[in-house]
């Protein structure tokens, strides 16, 4: 291998780039630029870490199966490899990469004197990528040169003293690191609110006499499943000794000195999150996770924003939980993107079932939030189209579609007019129950509210109106909380109240979130969850009622897969979430009756319920 052997320790700097998905030429220019402003203030021997495939981004999905994509980087990697000439730096950055005719994740090797390796990731993505032991051969041919394959992890002679090790992606099986040993772990982080990756590095270091060096993704990869962290942290013995910020839409560069001469920061170590028993999705402590959860997001909204060029989002207002924690979501990413409050157009619309209440609430939160409000009373619209279709306006199953599907024509045709993004309002309770109109409520551009539960929605949006706009945002989202949970698809009664209540219909949402979360986390079967919800909610709820709710959760859960199949994108937000192309795999005529087979035997055998 020709490489340079630094005599002084380098410096270790981790960088996050800002990237596009399937722009090499974008993300190289990203990439020249921090390192050239690294050697710029520091004339020291550097170590740059960049993430696992920033070259091409992480999330190019089955794009990194085309050749052209895979060409640009090897062009763009040799733009690189020739800027570094002559330079006393050592780079590691992660691309796409073909060798006879399979492709791998691969992290090329840098220093002054050219490209001097690459890293076989040895546990890649199986879908893309084959691992670093299927290769048999350790060189492979590159610009008129002979390139060393590196499959094992471990490059020899690059710090006089020191071994360093590349561990690609997830820590499972990363190697032990031992004393003047250096572990570089180039990854990808999806950004959840309920999984510290702080707490899984401390875990691993606590273990190892070495360092670790942690650079993971950012928040400007794709956001249709996932808002990637950007971690960048360097860890030692259990102790974090630099740390740089997360979620960030900037070139984000952590750095630190040699090791030598750090004292290694005191450290109690960190405490076990424990899971509330009734919300699963949350812990005890909840009021960091909360944050962490709304800037996660956030974070979702802006990537979509960045991507589209859109400067205006489209948001239709009720009154409801769901469109008001929507709608503190577009103010905040305004506010991180210096747009306007007014760039957000909330759409009240107005029917038949719309109640006095929702109305007042709704407007009083367009009133607080400063952005720019506009009513169009649809119930005229309804009218007419019922009447197109022959349909006598009688409250049915159709009578409520309509007002759903009507409202979203007005929305996308306002997005389409101001050119924006709908963004969608639907919780992850209501995308598990189905509990939306096909090709109404369940569609939109982008869906913020994709991976919240419920119940989580109902304590994050006081906190996120308080955040917002302090006490008057907190009053008015706590009202919104507290209001009954309903479509107001129904015709209101001679008050100008709903008489539909949803919790009424399906049962109430804690018991549904806490099936989902058993359900899709912990994989249990019926008797399991029936029995930690006894233990749980006996008090509050009849066992015959919640087995009830649980039965209808499944029917439900298994009927709607269809409407998930054809969701909008929206980031999940924790580590279980139903997004049909990554998350959660399930044709949409699969049975249930295994489950409710399940459910009926519970009925007449559960001690709790079998009759005497």
């Known amino acids: 291998m020709s490489q340079a052997v630094y005599e002084q320790e380098l410096k270790i700097n981790l960088c996050v780039p800002e990237v596009r998905v399937a722009d090499p030429v974008f993300n190289a220019d990203n990439i020249l630029a921090m390192i050239g402003q690294i050697c710029a203030n520091d004339d020291s021997p550097q170590l ?3 993430p696992q495939l920033c070259l091409s981004a992480f999330t190019c999905e089955d794009l990194f199966s085309l050749p052209l994509l895979r060409q640009a980087c090897l062009q763009q990697l040799r733009r690189i490899e020739q800027n570094l000439s002559g330079r006393e730096v050592f780079v590691a950055l992660g691309l796409p990469l ?3 005719g399979e492709l791998y994740d691969a992290l090329a090797l840098l220093n002054g004197e050219g490209l001097s390796a690459f890293v076989i990731d040895q546990k890649p993505d199986a879908r893309h990528f084959k691992p670093a032991s299927t290769i048999a051969k350790k060189y492979m041919t590159l610009y008129g040169k002979n390139i060393p394959i590196i499959t094992d992890g471990v490059l020899p002679d690059l710090i006089k003293g020191k071994k360093v090790k590349v561990w ?9 690191i031992d004393e003047n040993e250096i572990l570089l ?3 990808a982080l999806p950004a959840f ?3 510290d990756d702080e707490t899984i590095f401390w875990q691993y270091s606590q273990n190892q006499k070495g360092i670790l060096a942690v650079c993971s993704a950012g928040a400007t990869e794709s956001t249709s499943q996932f808002a990637f962290s950007g971690l960048a942290q360097i860890w030692q013995k259990g102790k974090l000794l630099a740390s740089g910020e997360q979620l960030s839409f900037q070139n984000e560069k952590t750095s630190l000195s040699p090791p030598s001469n750090l ?10 999150a424990i899971r509330k028993q009734d919300l699963p999705f949350l812990f005890e402590n909840d009021e960091a996770q909360l944050e962490r959860i709304f800037d996660i997001q956030v974070a979702g909204l802006m990537g979509r924003l960045r991507h589209t060029g859109s400067k205006r989002m489209v948001i239709g207002l009720s009154g409801g939980a ?3 924690m929507a709608l503190m979501a577009c103010c905040q990413a305004a506010k991180n993107f210096n747009l306007s409050l007014t760039s957000i157009l909330g759409v009240v619309m107005p029917g038949p079932g719309t109640s006095t209440a929702s109305l007042q609430r709704v407007w009083k939160l367009v009133e607080i939030s400063g952005i720019e409000g506009r009513n169009n009373d649809i119930s005229q619209a309804i009218q007419q189209h019922l009447a197109d279709i022959g349909h006598d306006a009688s409250p049915d199953v159709t009578f409520e579609n309509v007002q759903a599907r009507i409202r979203t024509l007005y929305l996308m045709n306002y997005a389409n007019m101001h050119q924006g993004l709908v963004i969608g309002t639907g919780d992850l309770s209501e995308i598990a129950l189905g509990w939306s109109t096909y090709n109404g409520d369940q569609m939109s551009m982008y869906n913020v509210n994709a991976g919240l539960p419920k119940s989580v929605l109902l304590r994050l949006l006081p906190w996120a109106a308080e955040r917002l706009f302090g006490e008057a945002g907190l009053k008015i989202a706590e009202k919104i909380a507290a209001a009954p949970i309903s479509p107001e698809l129904r015709p209101v009664n001679e008050d100008g109240q709903t008489e539909q209540i949803t919790e009424k219909v399906i049962g109430p949402y804690k018991l549904h979130d806490f099936f989902l979360w058993h359900f899709l986390a912990e994989k249990q079967d019926p008797r399991e969850i029936f029995d930690q919800a006894l233990e749980i909610f006996g008090k509050e709820f009849q066992a015959e009622f919640m087995l009830s709710c649980l039965q209808k959760f499944i029917e439900r859960f298994f009927r709607h897969q269809f409407k998930r199949s054809a969701s909008p994108d929206g980031v999940q937000i924790f580590s279980v979430g139903l997004d049909s192309c990554h998350a959660w795999r399930m044709p949409a005529d699969a049975r249930a009756e295994l489950w409710l087979a399940a459910c009926h035997y519970l009925k007449n055998e559960h001690p709790k319920l079998k009759t005497k």
């Open 48 to 50: 740059i870490l960049f």
């Open 98 to 100: 073909e060798v006879d």
């Open 168 to 176: 690609i992606g997830k820590m499972e099986e990363a190697p032990r």
């Open 185 to 187: 772990n180039p990854c």
């Open 193 to 195: 609110g309920d999984v």
């Open 263 to 272: 004292k290694i920061p005191k450290s109690d170590g960190y405490q076990k």
């Open 322 to 324: 769901d469109s008001s």
